[in-house]
């Protein structure tokens, strides 16, 4: 697996101008942690604010339309994120696949679109908790990956995917370090099922209630890459403890 631990931060529906602070911050203190590849996805409303305000961290969105324009009123498009200063984006969001009722279908459009327009691309999956009481786990992801990787020829490293668990997320409870490791070794093996030898270099974010406090221990299990951080993001604080917590590991 190649590649420097990457840290998102997804800011989800979170943040007006007096956030462009914490980028700032976190930017700054970037600087410090020249082995961690760290980026943030803001609102689309900041997205534009937030590239002119640092230099060092990557900038994304959040998701993007599958088509380049058009009649879609509300969306956005790969082109237009691209245009406004993004380096990625994040698509099938299990909120997105929730709320919006995304299937892996539209999630796999997406994931082409923003490649296509040049933007790297961080693809979620994820199970439900009962999906995982039932013992359909890794079965479940292995569906979504089979239904939602996208069919590219660019560099697998233009390619991350995060797991995260539906259950995880913003609830204050992770898997144990044995089942993150069990998907995460599940995900490469599907990943190189589907992209031959350049799944082994599609990086593999662990995505879900990752704080401070268990981000060492989470980012040490073999396979994962990196994390995707959701309520730890918001402050340039907790955000860099868990930039922190990954340049420890990697020196
Ligand atoms: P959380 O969110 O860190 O607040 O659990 C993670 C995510 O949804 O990406």
């Not at 292995?142 to 913003?170: M, N, R, T």
């Not at 890459?225 to 020196?251: D, M, P, Q, R």
Request: hydrophobic fraction near 45%.
């Amino acid at each position: 697996m190649a590649g420097l631990p990457y840290i998102v931060g997804n800011w989800k529906m979170n943040g007006t101008r007096g956030m462009l602070a914490e980028a700032r911050a976190m930017d700054r203190a970037a600087a410090r942690f020249p082995k961690v590849q760290v980026a943030v996805a803001p609102p689309a409303t900041l997205l534009y604010r937030v590239r002119d305000a640092v230099e060092l961290i990557g900038v994304g969105g959040q998701d993007c339309h599958a088509k380049e324009s058009g009649a879609f009123t509300g969306d956005i498009s790969a082109p237009m994120l691209k245009d406004a200063g993004a380096d990625f984006t994040i698509v099938g969001h299990s909120e997105r696949r929730e709320y919006h009722g995304e299937t892996d279908a539209d999630v796999k459009a997406k994931a082409e679109a923003a490649l296509a327009a040049g933007l790297a691309v961080i693809l979620c999956v994820g199970e439900t908790e009962a999906q995982r009481d039932a013992g359909n786990a890794e079965a479940v992801v292995s569906a979504q990956l089979d239904g939602s990787c996208p069919h590219f020829d660019g560099a697998p490293e233009k390619l991350s995917v995060a797991y995260e668990p539906v259950w995880a997320i913003g609830t204050g409870r992770v898997p144990s370090i044995a089942d993150v490791a069990a998907m995460h070794a599940a995900i490469r093996n599907r990943l190189v099922g589907i992209y031959g030898e350049g799944g082994a270099d599609v990086r593999i974010l662990y995505g879900g209630s990752v704080k401070a406090d268990n981000a060492a221990e989470l980012l040490a299990v073999p396979d994962v890459g990196g994390a995707l951080v959701g309520g730890a993001s918001l402050t340039a604080e907790s955000f860099l403890a868990i930039v922190g917590a990954a340049a420890s590991l990697n020196t």
